[in-house]
């Protein structure tokens, strides 16, 4: 009998083909007790080991050459990290000493003490990180045990099969396996761990693969060879499919194989609906190699830089130096398209570990010294990060967008740091634009109600609707036991959104929208009738919005979006939504 499992679904696509399962190198792993004589030999095998993960690693990087972007090296460096972290190595070393006992068994006890520490940090994002020191702990196990590298171990598995068609489904995917797998005709990624935070999510996003993670029992009903379709989008996995569900599934990837090839054709042309109104649709991005992406998917500019990024993943926090060289190196790539750049964003799900130590990290980081609260708190790396947003506007127009802005106060402060910062170039020579636009990210309800006392404050302002939704509905957003509630139709988020928007309109203030809202085709027309011109989303979305645009009269939308506004509940304004992009669709 078919069977459907669940999990978050990372990206959109579809993929059908044969399960490539990945068991994990620590299953049944037998305790040995060592004589004083056979430590030594113990220890150089475990070092051993260890080195060759080394090589492995090292080798994965230079293999790759130019080709993955620099968030997937920093994940690649992360693990290098790991590896040579004495918690896990010199401690497990101690452990073959001090309790005699095989490599392996040591390994794994170190893995289950470090792997309690993780579960006792409150960050979500820190959490996840146990993932990576268990992917690292498998990689030298399996060097411990002789077997063939992991592309070895797939080429003679996949090569069978000239056809290829292959989902991995593991327990968890590293970084540096996945780069390996993915050169192996994988269609995508079915994992029984991770979240929308793991590093797995993170890859097969910057990869452009459908991935599905956090499936719980996979491995009770996916065996090897299994033919399973993943539906990303809906977070689904199917399987036990007879002749003629594979039948139902093959057409609808060939379908959307050919919706793929139809949205090509849209890169030339405008953002601009049937009657004539303009939208401009811009780019999220992360770091500077993720503009090639957006240019590919013919944005409008970038219309937001999450500058966080390049203080990840470090032990240090960027000089000046570095992070205008990143800037720079965006504004002029767009070449003339707009670029802002958002002030750093640390905290809540995007720690910084330069930033903090241990024991100062707050219990519920979300609500504390986060974004622009401390930015405010550290002139000095504040003054240096606006110094160097400064010189690379000097290439292109660049704005500067400042994060969790609950009023005027932080904003003009906020300002004032901004001339502190000009004056300062201006005594060294340095070049920058004088008359640089500083805008809000209005993403705190504080914000949205009280916009009209902010307006005088700022040139423009940015809604952060991720942030917005989680603060308006009392939600944790990386909280999975809370996530069905996070409902970005819920009438408190939309009238927030449409009382900001008409305001910057009464004002002649531009306005535009980067959360995850304005990347989901289904929602774009609700956004258009609430007034919103400029759209800012992950790069790879930007031909699906652009589609539902150029379909839509933005004149007859307004009223039926009005209509939604007034309903009391999310379910009943999704209802009318639907109804409302189906007449939408059937007139264009």
Partial sequence: MAWTLTGVGIGDGLAMGKAWVLASARLDLPRRRLEPHQIEPELKRFQEAVEIVSAELTAIKLAMGQEPSAEVTALLELQSIILRDPLLVAATEQRIQNDHCNAEWGLLQQLEAVSAQFDDIDDPYLRERKADVQQIVDRILRAMQGEAGLEEAVREQTNQDEEGGWILVAKDISPADMLILRKHRFLGFVTETGSATSHTAILARSLGLPAVVG????????????IIVLKSKEGSVHGALNADDQLVYKHQQLRYADDLKALEDLKQ???C??????????????????????????????GLFRSEFLFMNRSTVPTEEEQFQAYSAVVRSMAGRPVTIRTLDAGADKEVSALHSGHDRPANPALASRAIRYSLQSPDLFLSQLRAMLRASAFGPVKILIPMVSGPSEMISAREMVQQAMTSLRAKGLAFNAKINVGA???????????????????????GTNDLIQYTLAIDRTDRSVAHLYNPLHPAVLRLIEQTIRSCHRANLPVSLCGEMA?????????????????????????????????????????GVGRLLKLPDPALVRAGLSALNAKAEAVG
Avoid at 215 to 220: E, K, T
Avoid at 447 to 455: F, R, Y
Avoid at 532 to 554: D, Q
């Fill in 273 to 302: 609906s049937i009657d004539g109104v303009s939208v401009l649709l811009m780019a999220n991005i992360d770091l500077p190699d993720d503009v090639q992406i957006a240019l590919d998917r013919g944005c409008d500019g970038i």
């Fill in 269 to 271: 042309l405008e953002g």
């Fill in 441 to 463: 990210m209005i993403e705190v309800p504080s914000a949205a109600i009280a916009i009209d006392g902010l307006i005088a404050h700022i040139d423009f302002a940015s809604i």
């Fill in 519 to 559: 990347g989901d085709a289904e929602l774009t027309r609700l956004l258009l009738g609430l007034g919103l011109r400029e759209f800012s989303m992950h790069a790879t979305e930007i031909l699906k919005v652009k589609r539902v645009v150029r379909n839509s009269s933005v004149t007859s939308l307004a009223r």
């Fill in 215 to 226: 499936v719980s029992g996979l491995f009770n009903q996916i065996a090897q060879n299994d």
